[in-house]
């Protein structure tokens, strides 16, 4: 298995690529995968030839696992999680998985309770009413 | 995790097929990188590579002595696909059998959810079978699991396949089958 035995994304031991990459979201990498494959087909009668395997297989991925389909409101949810103080990758874990409650996202995210953090229970309830809005009104 | 990560490749070129001029020559050496990127499919520090978004520097040639090939250094930035131990992610089951499920997430091919890593399930016998929880939740084909990312493990062999596998858990709040209506 994976040589890196502290790595854990629930303590955020994530690696420095994690920590310096820009992560995305499911619903933001579904409209940057959809627009290319757009321009494949107007480019050639059959896309599907002119993808791989993988590209074909993360576009599926992507497009079934999006919370949010409209680009708007992809840009808010963004918007919404960054004035909170997570790191990228915290911030395109709860837009991947919204979760509802704060129990929900301090299950999925522990890293946010940390000491330290400043993030308090009361301020993930708001994190997470400002999301439930972006999705009711989508 | 998708991310936008910059990396650093050696793109090989034989030097009659640079271009005339610098223009032509970077042309060839980007379309020489993403045939190899597309070739390479994976790596295991950088998962997969979905596509290249942005060239920032192919860095001064160096020839290797009188063999005609020079290599160039190219830093571009790429969209890849990377799984980390202790993330949530969601998988579709493909396979069920005694010793556990395996499901697809993205372009990762084997997810594996062993029974060790699904307390309350038991597996049911048939001709298609399923894992039943105690609380009558079903694990079987086509079903979404949401679970955490125990392990990663990079595969290379001989014949050229080179892939990113993972083990699961459902072990903990909020993993297990998710309702239909939810995806």
Partial sequence: ?138 | MFSEVELLRTVIMLQKNLGQDKLASQRCIVTQLLRRLSMEKASEHEGYFLNVTGLKRIGKGQAIGRSGYTFFPVKFTCRTFMPVPGETLQGVVYRVCRTGAFMSCGPVNVVFLSTLKMPGYHYVAGEEPFFLGSDLSKIETGVVVQFVVLAVRWIENVYGRKELQMLASILGDNLGPISLCEW
Avoid: W
Wanted: with cysteine.
């Fill in chain 1, 1 to 138: 298995m994976s040589g890196e035995e502290e790595e854990n994304a629930a303590e955020l031991k994530i690696g420095d690529e994690f920590l310096k990459a820009k992560c995305l979201m499911n619903c933001e990498v579904s409209f940057i995968l959809e627009h290319k494959y757009e321009q494949l087909r107007h480019m050639s009668e059959d896309p599907l030839n002119q993808v791989s395997q993988v590209f074909e297989k993360s576009l599926q991925y992507v497009k079934r696992f999006s919370r949010y389909k409209n680009p708007d409101a992809v840009r808010q949810v963004r918007e919404i999680l960054s004035r909170y103080q997570l790191t990228e990758f915290e911030l395109c874990v709860l837009g991947n998985l919204c979760p509802e409650t704060v129990e929900e996202a301090i299950a999925m995210v522990p890293s946010m309770k940390t000491k330290g953090r400043g993030l308090d229970e009361e301020a993930i309830e708001k994190m997470l009413n400002d999301l439930s809005l972006i999705k009711t009104f989508e």
